[in-house]
């Protein structure tokens, strides 16, 4: 059974950090894009990161990122990460992790969550002001 297990939430105060972690099974980031996206009240999902391997590890970052996260995959654990920095009260959303396949789709858009075929719950990220 395809699965993916997003963990790591809670609440921050403004600042602080967090490092949320996606445990799957089955994806190989040689085949498939792992990508996390948020979603807060009332505002569309939006891509936060995303990682797969073309020879070498490729990341992509949403804009309002900035620099303050970072993610990373460690393969044996079948678990990504995203270590999130000099977090905002505008950071606060649910964030989810996905996998969306690369076969045959050179042009994959790996911010885009409607190219993402399976779905972990989400975790809950609170960061008072």
């Known amino acids: 059974e395809v699965q993916l297990q997003a963990s790591g939430g809670g609440l921050v105060q403004a600042g602080g950090s967090l490092r949320l972690s996606c445990a799957h099974s089955e994806f190989t980031l040689d085949d498939y894009v792992i990508g996390w996206f948020r979603q807060a009240p009332g505002k569309e999902r939006e891509g936060v990161s995303c990682?797969?391997?073309?020879?070498?590890?490729?990341?992509y970052y949403g804009r309002f990122v900035k620099g303050r996260f970072a993610i990373s995959s460690d393969s044996d654990k079948h678990t990504v990460y995203l270590q999130m920095n000099s977090l905002k009260p505008e950071d606060t959303a649910v964030y989810y992790c996905a996998a969306g396949s690369r076969i045959s789709r050179p042009a994959f858009d790996g911010l885009d969550f409607k190219n993402y075929n399976y779905w972990g719950q989400g975790t809950l990220v609170t960061v008072s002001s």
């Open positions: 990682i797969f391997n073309r020879s070498e590890i490729v990341t």
